[in-house]
Structures are given as C-alpha cells and as structure tokens.
C-alpha cells in the first residue's frame, strides 16, 4: 500500500520561505515520478505546482512558479521536497505530494495517489 505523509507547511510572512516534504512509503521514488499540487478553497481543482520524473530525476514546474520553487528528493530517505521561497499571499493553499501512474506530469488525473496535504498560509 501507497503511502505519503506531507510536513512543513505552516504560517510564514508573504516574502518568506518554507520547506515542504513528503516521506514515502510502499513505493520508490527513485523508480517512479512524484508531483507536488495545491489546492485553495473553493476551487474544486488541484493546481500543478512542481513533478521529478522517477528515472531521471529531470524536474519540471509551473510556469508561473518558475524560479520560485525547487522540487527535490532523497532517495535514501524515500523523500521528496518542495523549497517555496518569496512566498506570495496568492501561494496560501493545501499543497499535495502525489505519485505519477500514467500521462503528463502536469495533470492530476495522471496521479494515483496522494497524501492529505499540509496547508501553508501565507500572511500579507
């Protein structure tokens, strides 16, 4: 069975940097793609935020959040990270660690499965 459990999020000041992680287990992140998503509320969909591709380790990112954000992993600890620096007051949201299954990296729809979230607000 597939697990994620995400940590890290929390209050920071808009301008302020956070580290996210997701530690995983029943599956190896350096054999299959991870994605991180976010989620604000009222909004039914799940946002792309970030993907490392699980043979590779090749990144890729919301155009958007380019610059800002950095994905990363270790695979030793089966953890992937999520760096958010200049955080901005629209970045407040519950962000998700997911597993890629099939399809392009950017599309939930791709994922299987997810973990609950760790909700990260950012004050102006």
């Known amino acids: 069975q597939v697990q994620m459990v995400e940590s890290g999020g929390g209050l920071v000041q808009a301008g302020g940097s956070l580290r996210l992680s997701c530690v995983v287990s029943?599956?190896?992140?350096?054999?299959?793609?991870m994605g991180w998503f976010r989620q604000t509320p009222g909004n039914k969909e799940r946002e792309f935020v970030a993907?490392?591709?699980?043979?590779?380790?090749?990144?890729t990112y919301a155009d958007s959040l380019k610059g800002r954000f950095t994905i990363s992993r270790d695979n030793g600890k089966n953890t992937d990270y999520l760096q958010i620096n200049s955080l901005k007051p629209e970045g407040t949201a519950l962000y998700y660690c997911?597993?890629?299954?099939?399809?392009?990296?950017?599309?939930?729809?791709?994922?299987?499965?997810w973990g609950r979230g760790t909700q990260v607000t950012a004050s102006s």
């Open positions: 993907a490392i591709f699980g043979s590779t380790g090749d990144t």
């Open positions: 029943g599956l190896t992140i350096g054999s299959n793609g």
């Open positions: 997911a597993a890629h299954w099939r399809g392009y990296y950017d599309t939930s729809s791709s994922y299987r499965d």
